[in-house]
């Protein structure tokens, strides 16, 4: 019983750091990088992770997502202040929801649920998260 | 030419560059004639056909921002709405001269695999002027 408690507090607590918008939100982040998905928080890669991506814009996923200089550097140095500190996922181009985090926390969502139409991409938080958008992911 | 400097100067400093859709279609009007001596005025119906059609690669203009730009759009990779892209619709759109180069550098780029045309920038503003109609 006890075990459970714990297990029920941990699972309470760790989603609850993406749960509340601490963080304040960056312009041009959100600008340049919240118009084709969500500008997801910094939080939710490591900063090794955000550099692999920040390189290569040009070829983000497939699409293009240049920035020009001052805004890859405003946001480069903001996803570094505010980065995730836990292990960046192994491929080249690295993913969220490759991340173990990611996966523990949506281990409960079944798979026909991810192939909704509504749903398209694990990438679109808004989809399940209503108020992604403004920073909070709870569920 | 102290117009082409003033814009410089105003890209440089990051400003946001206040324009109306009128301007900066005009622009692409006089661009399109430098770079095409032949060229004789943007055509709206160029435009609809550039917009909706496929040029080589996964995507056209429409597959993201719908076949009118006066809807709502939705990524066609990650499903996240994207809001009308026709100025008749909305506002925002094409009121900001780098804001909108910044679009169509990146987009020409994944419909088309290079950039655009002035005539094809022209075109496409054309089509989306018309609001649907």
């Not at chain 1, 181009?93 to 281990?107: A, Q, S, V």
């Not at chain 2, 399109?32 to 001596?37: C, G, I, K, M, V």
Request: with cysteine; glycine share 6%; net charge positive.
């Amino acid at each position: 019983m006890r075990t459970l408690l714990v297990a029920a507090l941990f699972a309470v607590s760790l989603p609850a750091a993406a749960d509340k918008p601490r963080l304040p939100p960056n312009p041009a982040y959100k600008a340049e990088c919240g118009s084709c998905h969500v500008a997801f928080p910094p939080k939710l890669l490591p900063s090794a992770s955000w550099q692999q991506l920040m390189a290569r814009l040009d070829r983000h996923f497939g699409s293009d997502a240049s920035l020009d200089a001052k805004a890859h550097e405003e946001i480069s140095r903001y996803l570094a202040a505010h980065a995730g500190r836990h292990d960046p996922p192994s491929s080249a181009e690295p993913r969220i929801t490759e991340t173990r985090w990611f996966i523990k926390e949506h281990d409960e969502v079944r798979a026909a649920r991810w192939k909704d139409p509504a749903v398209k991409s694990p990438a679109n938080c808004i989809a399940c998260h209503a108020r992604a958008e403004q920073g909070n992911y709870g569920d | 030419m102290r117009s082409i400097f003033v814009a410089a100067a105003m890209a440089l400093a990051g400003t946001a560059q206040a324009a109306q859709p009128g301007e900066l279609l005009a622009g692409y009007e006089s661009a399109a004639r430098r770079e095409n001596p032949a060229f004789s005025g943007v055509s709206s119906t160029r435009g609809e056909q550039f917009f909706n059609a496929r040029h080589g690669n996964e995507w056209s203009c429409a597959s993201c921002h719908g076949a009118s730009g006066v809807a709502q759009g939705k990524h066609a990779k990650t499903g996240k709405t994207i809001a009308p892209l026709s100025p008749t619709a909305n506002p925002e759109r094409f009121a900001d001269a780098a804001k909108t180069e910044k679009w169509f550098r990146r987009n020409c780029n994944d419909v088309l695999g290079r950039a655009c045309t002035s005539t094809e920038k022209g075109d496409v503003l054309a089509y989306l002027l018309r609001g649907g109609k």
